[in-house]
């Protein structure tokens, strides 16, 4: 990897790109960096500690990777499509090396930020939706990926705009999750959900050394997703959102025990859009 010489650009124009896609990356994370694979493609690498005592994010990251995990239609995991291992010698300077020095560089391919473009007030800027469908397949997919995690024993803890990307290649746009520097393996089966005290963006992780649930910290984190876009999308003259609004809003309820499941969300987006395509089908005229 590498920025490396293109012939589609001036030297000017191609600093330029990588610099807008430094700063997107830096957005996203501080151990994210833009660059070129040898075909000249730009993609992302992520730096992750290999032996890190404060985090699982190598194992759940390789676990949603492997082959099986990636034949799963629900697993919304962005894939990976090299991992370079990287041991620096710090013995050359002086230093003692330590097993938590060694890294990985983890190369993903770019796509597109879950971030609203700028534009006009009537445009909330998010290209990828322009009907309430396209918002709630949107949303749809984000509920099946972490629900997937779910089902796995993965709680991902920080799920906002910043860790979803959207690849916009083909016909249906594809959303996938990034980022589990905060995330939480607990393997299955067990009887009682576990408890955890660390820092995350939900209610229950604010009260003082009592520990909470993780999961539904994310369903939390999509609520909150979804309560800020359906407010975007009100502003900018959408009518027709108060079912999205009533689920989003049970999603953000304090107390954890009183939001839905993941599933629960999931099931009810699935029969929004169906009741919605059975309303426009009964609507249509037919001409002979």
């Known amino acids: 990897m590498r920025r490396g010489d293109d012939p589609e650009y001036t030297d000017n124009e191609r600093d330029k790109l990588w610099l807008g896609e430094y700063r997107r990356a830096k957005f996203t994370s501080p151990h994210t960096y833009p660059a070129y694979n040898r075909s000249g493609a730009m993609v992302f690498i992520k730096t992750v500690p290999l032996h890190s005592k404060e985090s699982q994010e190598y194992d759940i990251w390789r676990m949603l990777d492997s082959p099986k995990a990636r034949l ?20 050359l300077v002086g230093v003692e090396p330590e097993p938590t020095d060694a890294r990985l560089f983890v190369v993903m391919d770019r796509f597109d930020k879950v971030t609203p473009l700028d534009g006009p007030i009537s445009d909330p800027g998010y290209p990828f939706i322009h009907t309430i469908e396209d918002l709630c397949n949107f949303f749809l997919q984000i509920a099946q990926a972490v629900r997937y995690m779910h089902d796995l024993g993965i709680a991902h803890q920080d799920i906002m705009n910043k860790n979803l990307l959207i690849d916009r290649a083909n016909s249906a746009d594809r959303c996938y999750v990034i980022d589990f520097q905060l995330s939480l393996y607990f393997p299955k089966p067990w009887i009682t959900p576990p408890k955890v005290l660390i820092d995350a963006d939900a209610p229950e992780a604010f009260r003082p050394k009592k520990p909470y649930d993780p999961f539904p910290v994310d369903v939390y984190g999509v609520g909150t997703l979804l309560h800020n876009m359906i407010s975007a999308y009100r502003y ?8 999205l609004d009533n689920i989003a809003k049970s999603m953000l309820q304090d107390a954890p025990e009183q939001r839905p499941t993941i599933h629960a969300v999931e099931d009810y987006l699935r029969d929004l859009i169906r009741s919605s395509n059975r309303a426009l089908e009964s609507s249509a005229v037919v001409y002979r």
């Not at 629900?74 to 620096?88: A, I």
């Open 236 to 243: 900018a003259g959408w009518t027709s959102l108060t079912e």
């Open 72 to 91: 799963h239609p629900d697993n919304h995991t962005v894939p990976v499509r090299e991992v370079l291992y990287f041991n620096p010698n710090f013995a």
